[in-house]
């Protein structure tokens, strides 16, 4: 039972993949304007960055673990 659960929160597709991190995108970028809201200027702007920042790095990784993992795949299926 408890792997049944457990396959639920496997990214498996890239359009999984993306659905994940369009969701960290939304949850970053809401985070980010309440940086601006609360430290106006540069500040603000600077921890927006990195919230949009943190997005692209996550994003950049799940894509290439979904790589690796068909490529593990593919290989343990040919040997």
């Known amino acids: 039972m408890l792997k049944k659960i457990g396959r639920l929160f496997v990214i498996k597709t890239r359009f999984e993949a993306c659905l994940i991190i369009y969701a960290l995108a939304v949850g970053a970028m809401a985070r980010g304007m309440a ?45």
């Open 35 to 79: 940086y601006i809201d609360h430290y106006p200027g540069v500040g603000g702007k600077l921890l927006l960055l990195a919230c949009t920042g943190s997005v692209f790095l996550a994003g950049g990784k799940i894509f290439d673990c979904l790589r690796y993992e068909k490529a593990a795949e593919a290989a343990k299926v040919a040997d």
